[in-house]
Structure formats: C-alpha cells, structure tokens
C-alpha cells in the first residue's frame, strides 16, 4: 500500500461543519485520485464544498469544521489518522496551499522575508541566513523584481499581484508534491491572472509537483487540467478530460453551467444562466442535489441519489439522464 | 519619525499652554479663595497673604507671572502648607505612581492572558467564567470594591492591616485600581483575538505547518494587540496619576487625593501644578502610545 501510484487519493470524503443551526454537510462522499505531476481540476459555484474539499486533505478547516468519514491517502498513508503533530510536518512540506485574496493571505506585521523564512525553517534544517539565501532564490524563481529588497518589505507594499507570487513562492518553499491552487486568481485583474496562471504551470514542470485547481472560472481550468472534476452541492457531477466536459458534458448542472458562459457557438445568443438557488446544505435533499434546479428532472431524482456511471473513456456523470438514455438505446437496440 | 516627534511635542506645548489657560480662568472663577475662612481672618494679615501669593493684582497680571514662574521651572508655593509644590507633588506622585505602576503591569499581563484563553475557548466555560467576572469588573465602581476589599480581607478576615503608615501593605490598593482596566483588557482583547483568529493569514500560517502554539502567539496575538495599545497608553498615565477614591479609603497620600484636596482647599498654585503635571503624562503617554503603535504595525504611517 505504501509505494501507491498516487500522491493522493481521496475516498468517499465526508465534512461537515457543526453550527448552532445544525450539521451543514458541506462535502458529501467526493472520490478522486491525483498522479504525481498532473493537474486536476475542481469547478462549482459557491457553495459547492469546492474550497472545503482542498482544506479537509490539509485539515485547516475552520474550528466547528470536521472530516465526518473517508480517507485521504497521501502516498497511500491515511493522513486522516495523522496527529496534529504529523499533520504539521506534513502541512507546507508535502502539500502546500495558496489561496484566493493574497491581499489578505499575508500577516500584514511581519515582512514578507519572515513569512517566508518561516515556512522555509519549519521544514528543514537551516537557520536564518540559509533560509534567507533560499527565500531570495525563491522570489526569483516566482519572478518577483529586486528580490533582495523585496524580501524586507512589508506585505502592503507589494501589489496583488506580487502579494500572490509572494504566496506561490511560500507554498513551493520546501518543493511540495501537492499544490493545492484555491481559486488563486479570482482576486487578481485579467493580464495579472494569466501571468500567474502562466508561473503555475511552468513550476509545475521545473518542480514536478501536483496540482489541484480549484476555481469557478471555467475558462482558468480549461487550459491547464488534465482532469476536471465538476461539484455541487458538495458531491461530484461530473468528471472527465477538458474534451469531455466542455464538448460532450453528461450533467445536466455541467449543461447549464456552459449555457451560462460566453462561448464561440454562443457569440450572439443570449446567454442562460442556471435558474434557483444553490441548495441549503443544512436541508439536503434526499436525491439529487441538483434535482431542484433541474430542468429535466424526473421522479427518481428526486429520491435517489444518482450513482457515477461511466459514459465515456475517461467521463464520468452522476446523472439519472445517462441511465434513463442508457436504457433508451438497448432497448432500441 | 523624528519630524513626527517634534511635530507632535509641538502640538502639545500649544495643548499645555490652552490647559493652563482654561484651568487658570475657570479655577479663579469659583467662589471663595484660598485664605476665606469659616471665622473672620484681620483683613490686614488677609492683605498680606494675598500679596505674597500676587492674588492683590489683576486677573490677566495673575496669569503672566504664574507663567513666567513657570516657564523658569518654579511652579510655585502652596497657599495651604506654605511650602515649595514641585517636592511635594513629586514625592505624592511616586507613591501614586508605585500603586499605579503595578497595578498597570497586572492589568496588562492578566488582562491579554485572560482574553487569550476567553478567545480560544470561545462559548465554553473558561470563556464564559471570564466574561461574567469582567463584567462585574468593568459594572463594579472602585468606591464599592475597594470598600468591598477592605471589609472582607481588613476586617472579617484579617489578613491585611488596614492601615499602617510604617509598613504600608499596598496588595488591596493594586487589586482595587488593576480589576477595571484589567476587566477591560480582557474584553478587548478576546474580541480583538477572535477577529485576527478568523483572518486569512492564520490560515496560511496552519497552512505552512506552524504549530497551533505559534499561529496564535506570533500570528494572530501581534495583530490581537494593536486595538489593545490604543487602550493601555492613556490607561497607563490614568492609572499612574492615582485615584482619589481608592487613595481616599485606603488612607494613602497619594497625587490623586491631593488633587482633591487642592480643588477643595482653592490652593490655587497646586491646582494649577498637578493638572499641568498631569497634562504632560497624559500627553507624553499618547505620543508613546502612537510610536509603539507604529513599532507593532508596520502599515501605520506617521506623519
């Protein structure tokens, strides 16, 4: 078990925030695997347990947060069993995390040079100047200007931009094999977004590490995922390559979700947005949680929960529509 | 930074010298003087008296001499002893300022530790024990806990002399001067606490692997503490003026009691020392205040 083709498997996850309203279940039983080196992506609206997934596998969930059930397998070890003393060697070193206001992201009283000394002497054995040298190295390997002055400034005296690299360069500090991405450019103009988008993938090459892109901007994980992996209402929909999804999607959420973004077939129509509300995750529904807002739905989905089926090589979709075309075509068959 | 100090020390010469402006008209426009006396004083010795202390000439002529005094450091005589203030005031002040000053530190010390635990157990019941007695700190007025203290500890239980000049015991002074600000601390920073604990940063600092320990002892408490200075500056200079209700009923000569007792006797030279003196902490302690400020608070620009 312990050499897994994975650096990460995530197996029927469950967590669920413990409020004074009740149990919100935020992540409901979400599956996935992520080699060593690839990029997988995670789409959703708000809401869609899209963020909460990405801080179970780091256990940084806020106090009332908590992993109710399932594994998460770092290399084919249960990290969910680790204590807080592993799950702090763990944290930074084997899998690091950026997040999406780097405004905010930074201790505004430390300077940038401490934040990331810090994360550069908490794994290794350096001292102060060593991990001084290394944190220039990297400022300059995330492609922040002068960093040998950069690196005693305050955080409010870099820009958005050069707060999020400060933050990337932070994350990569002891060259992790997870790189957790939540939403990293949601809070960055458009050319700054790109550039960032850009760095991304070109350390992920140099350094061989894993991504896991979480954003709701279709278009971010479009050019760079190797997997997509669509999420609402805390449950996967839908899953495959970028072809997949965009061309052929089998969801019907993933459907509206495309019918909402300008694209080239739809250049002067106008655009559909998905009618509703995201659901209440203290009240889930007893089937589909998408049932709702579903402009297909059917009686079944309204009280079983869809199981994935494979409808394509590398697609998968939990949607009742796949069994009911599915039985459709045998029987015209 | 230095151009700001200097600005400031400035700005607070021009405060000082409204101060004495207001104090000096407003003091001399009470009824009675400092030499009117239940029985008939000779109108001769009252001539004599009044003109040694300038009180036989005008108003404004009054308010010239007092500062030209005062501007060559002689901050006058007092009309009820007779003797020079500046000694006097100084020797008062440092026993006000030995209460104040421990009090000070213990209201500092228990009041961030408490409000760090109040944080961290938030809704259970350490959090809740803390809040219901800082409450009852900051609700109690010193009159009734120091009475309080005196009753319980003095008298029922013995445990303290009530008084003794030789070998003052000044444990339920301090208590009774620290539990306010101390009450008051406490809440501020739990509040402060819990507001850093919910910011990104700590987040990304759990999220880079620093121990629970540090992420709230470096990450979150340094942020926790800016709302906290602004506090603790002004607190501190109250503090080490001395309390004239907590001096009054643990029978200490302290700066506070003669403060009153100036005010009531009409000693016009010490009413006027003790407040400009006490102007001055108060104005060194805001300028102190807003350089540690900018020392733990890196986005502060002082200009």
């Given at each position: ?333 | ?98 209460l104040g000053?421990r009090a000070a530190v213990i209201a500092i010390i228990f009041g961030i530790i408490l409000g760090a635990i109040a944080a961290?157990n938030r809704n259970?019941?350490p959090d809740r024990l803390i809040i219901f007695f800082t409450t009852l700190g900051t609700a109690m007025p010193s009159f009734v806990l120091a009475t309080l203290l ?22 339920l002074p301090v208590i009774a001067l620290a539990v306010y600000p101390m009450a008051y601390i406490t809440r501020l920073t739990k509040t402060s606490m819990l507001d ?28 926790a503490l800016?709302p906290v200075i602004t506090y603790v500056g002004p607190m501190v200079a109250y503090i080490l003026?001395g309390s004239m209700v907590v001096?009054?009923i ?54």
């Amino acid at each position: 078990m312990a050499d897994s083709k994975y650096v990460l498997e995530v197996n029927d996850l469950h967590t669920s925030f413990f409020t004074d309203s009740g149990e919100v279940k935020a992540v409901n039983g979400i599956n996935f695997k992520l080699e060593p080196g690839k990029t997988l992506g995670i789409v959703g609206e708000s809401g869609s347990g899209k963020s909460v997934t990405a801080y179970s596998i780091m256990q940084i969930l806020a106090q009332t947060g908590r992993i109710t059930s399932g594994e998460v397998l770092y290399k084919g070890e249960d990290i969910t069993k680790y204590s807080e003393k592993e799950m702090q060697k763990f944290r930074g070193s084997k899998c690091s995390i950026i997040f999406q206001d780097p405004m905010t992201s930074l201790n505004p009283v430390f300077t940038v040079g401490y934040q990331l000394e810090e994360a550069i002497m908490l794994h290794t054995n350096k001292n102060r100047a060593q991990a001084r040298e290394r944190a220039i190295e990297l400022l300059k390997l995330v492609g922040v200007n002068d960093p040998e002055k950069r690196i005693h400034q305050y955080p409010h005296e870099h820009s958005g931009g050069m707060r999020q690299r400060d933050m990337i360069a932070m994350a990569l500090a002891c060259e992790p094999d997870i790189l957790i991405a939540d939403e990293p450019t949601t809070a960055l103009d458009v050319t700054i977004q790109a550039q960032i988008l850009e760095l991304m993938q070109k350390l992920q090459k140099e350094l061989g590490m894993a991504i896991i892109m979480v954003t709701h901007d279709l278009g971010v994980i479009a050019s760079m995922c190797d997997e997509i992996m669509v999420m609402y209402g805390g449950r996967v929909c839908e899953r495959g390559t970028a072809d997949d999804i965009f061309y052929a999607p089998a969801h019907e959420y993933t459907k509206g979700l495309l019918r909402s973004i300008p694209r080239k077939e739809n250049m002067n129509k106008k655009l559909v947005p998905i009618g509703g509300t995201p659901i209440n995750l203290l009240n889930m529904p007893a089937g589909c949680a998408f049932c709702p807002r579903c402009d297909e739905a059917m009686k079944i989905c309204l009280t079983e929960v869809p199981e994935e089926i494979r409808v394509g090589d590398t697609h998968l979709a939990s949607c009742w529509m796949n069994v009911k075309e599915a039985f459709e075509n045998s029987k015209e068959a | 930074m230095a151009k700001y100090i200097s600005k400031r020390i400035l700005l607070a010469i021009v405060s000082l010298w409204i101060i004495t402006l207001i104090t000096f008209f407003a003091m001399n426009a009470i009824p009675g003087g400092p030499f009117n006396k239940e029985k008939a004083t000779d109108p001769a010795v009252i001539q004599q008296l009044e003109a040694r202390y300038n009180l036989d000439k005008p108003l404004g002529e009054q308010y010239r001499l007092y500062m030209k005094n005062l501007l060559h450091g002689d901050w006058g005589i007092s009309t009820k002893s007779g003797r020079p203030i500046w000694n006097d005031m100084i020797e008062k002040f440092s026993v006000s300022a030995g209460l104040g000053l421990r009090a000070a530190v213990i209201a500092i010390i228990f009041g961030i530790i408490l409000g760090a635990i109040a944080a961290l157990n938030r809704n259970k019941l350490p959090d809740r024990l803390i809040i219901f007695f800082t409450t009852l700190g900051t609700a109690m007025p010193s009159f009734v806990l120091a009475t309080l203290l005196l009753l319980v500890f003095c008298l029922k239980l013995g445990l303290f002399p009530v008084f003794s000049s030789e070998n003052p015991n000044y444990t339920l002074p301090v208590i009774a001067l620290a539990v306010y600000p101390m009450a008051y601390i406490t809440r501020l920073t739990k509040t402060s606490m819990l507001d850093a604990l919910n910011q990104d940063y700590i987040r990304t600092a759990r999220a880079k692997g620093v121990s629970r320990t540090k992420v709230i002892f470096v990450h979150a408490l340094r942020n926790a503490l800016i709302p906290v200075i602004t506090y603790v500056g002004p607190m501190v200079a109250y503090i080490l003026t001395g309390s004239m209700v907590v001096e009054n009923i643990f029978t200490i000569g302290g700066l506070g009691s003669t403060f009153v007792t100036s005010i009531s006797t009409r000693d016009y030279p010490t009413i006027m020392a003790v407040t400009i003196f006490l102007a001055m902490l108060m104005v060194v302690a805001n300028l102190l205040t807003d350089i540690v400020y900018k020392l733990v608070d890196p986005r502060i620009k002082l200009d």
